[in-house]
């Protein structure tokens, strides 16, 4: 994007200044990292609407998207433009959704562009790039809409099609809390066994007794093993809470504001329910993944909405002991996707090579953390990681950083400036 807010120039310089005092390693990065999502990935389309692609693939993700806008929204009521921007990306959220909630990502245009592959599914449309129905791309829509209307109090977010995507996911998530009732299937042929669903393109069978919701799919675009998604429907808690107070505050519509807090309650109490492994070694953790029928996952994955994540998403507090055993947990070799090498340690993901670790985790371990050693350790990771590019990477070998995945990923830049920002402001 060539005519860049003001606003985020003097946010980008200020936060330079700072890094130089507090991560003096990190200030060659922490500036081009905050300004690449709306340097290089948002672009004005020929109807005056903004659109944001990942980076490296030229399509919107809402989970990407929301997060890479995440760090302007704090200074959107100084600046008009800024707010435009942050308006039509909301729109587009909504008319997204309001056209297929199960789809995660999506064209600029009604083009028909398709990721590459030859997908089976029960809908098809030229705006979808990919059908792979995942709980927390409904979620980041709501989060990018609630701060957004914390942060400016602007009511001209307050449309039809807004209105109707909360309702769209409200009824997405309900009805996805019995799966096989649902006519939602995906599957693709001649793929990673990571990129289709098993059983018909179904999923593996959940019990549609738990009160949580089903996801196709993780934040990492990889099958669920098993179709409850623990952070997720973590994220979802909290999103509906969102939802009930955007409900009110845009229309006073307080039927949709209790249906959002009722179906909030019966996820979250099938969280503590089915949601908790009692581990032998580190007490009541999380798992990442259940079933409900008293199968679990116990792993993390770099990607966000993750069990290390969970203050950052507001689900509980840095210091709650359940969070604390699950994090003890997922940052040892306990952990199936911990690595650990002579350059660095820390947290991967099945979709990236095996001793492959994320920055975003290390942004993100970083952000939840109570340690000030802890802290440093994951900056100074960081520093020492990003292959002399001065950007945030995909994944990393922990052996040999020049070895990495995805050299334009705007989410990992933008995290991590948050990230960055946030501690030098504390």
């Not at 991560?23 to 672009?43: D, G």
């Not at 549609?208 to 093993?225: H, K, L, N, V, Y």
């Not at 008293?294 to 507001?314: E, H, R, T, V």
């Not at 400036?417 to 030098?424: I, N, S």
Request: charged fraction near 20%; glycine fraction near 6%.
């Amino acid at each position: 994007m060539k005519n860049i807010p003001a606003i985020l120039r003097e946010k980008a310089d200020e936060l330079e200044k700072k890094t130089k005092a507090r991560f003096p390693k990190l200030a060659p990065l922490v500036k081009q990292c905050f300004l690449n999502t709306i340097e290089t990935t948002v672009t004005q389309l020929d109807d005056g609407s903004y659109f944001v692609i990942t980076g490296d693939i030229p399509a919107m993700w809402l989970r990407d998207s929301a997060a890479q806008v995440k760090p302007y929204i704090k200074y959107a009521a100084e600046d008009e433009q800024l707010r435009e921007i942050l308006r039509s990306i909301i729109a587009k959220h909504a008319f997204y959704v309001n056209l297929d909630p199960y789809s995660n990502a999506f064209n600029a245009t009604d083009s028909g562009v398709i990721f590459g592959y030859k997908d089976h599914t029960d809908f098809e449309n030229g705006y979808i790039w990919e059908r792979k129905y995942e709980v927390d791309s409904l979620c980041a829509s709501l989060y990018l809409t609630h701060e957004y209307y914390t942060a400016t109090k602007d009511r001209k977010i307050f449309t039809d099609s807004l209105h109707g995507m909360i309702h769209t996911i409200v009824q997405t998530f309900t009805d996805q809390q019995d799966h096989a009732a649902t006519s939602y299937f995906f599957s693709r042929e001649n793929c990673p066994a990571s990129d289709t669903l098993a059983h018909d393109g179904r999923g593996t069978p959940v019990n549609p007794e738990t009160g949580m919701t089903w996801s196709g799919f993780r934040p990492s675009d990889d099958a669920c093993q098993y179709g409850y998604l623990i952070p997720s429907n973590m994220m979802a808690v909290v999103a509906l809470s969102y939802a009930a107070e955007l409900a009110d505050a845009g229309w006073n519509d307080m039927a949709l504001a209790s249906r959002c807090h009722a179906l909030a309650a019966q996820i979250d109490a099938g969280i503590q329910k089915f949601g908790i492994v009692d581990h032998p070694k580190y007490g009541k953790i999380y798992a990442y993944e259940t079933d409900g029928f008293g199968n679990y996952n116990l792993m993390d994955d770099a990607n966000s909405p993750s069990l290390l994540s969970l203050p950052y998403l507001g689900y509980c507090e840095a210091d709650d002991p359940i969070y604390q055993n699950t994090r003890r947990f997922i940052l040892s070799k306990d952990n199936p996707y911990f690595y650990e090498g002579t350059a660095a340690k820390g947290i991967g993901s099945p979709h990236t090579p095996q001793n492959y670790i994320w920055h975003i985790s290390l942004s993100m371990q970083a952000l939840t953390s109570t340690n000030e050693e802890e802290i440093q350790y994951c900056m100074d990771t960081i520093a020492a990681t990003h292959a002399g590019t001065c950007y945030m990477h995909e994944g990393f070998d922990v052996n040999d950083p020049s070895k990495f995945t995805r050299e334009w990923f705007a989410w990992a830049n933008t995290l991590f400036a948050q990230t960055v920002e946030t501690l030098v402001n504390r």
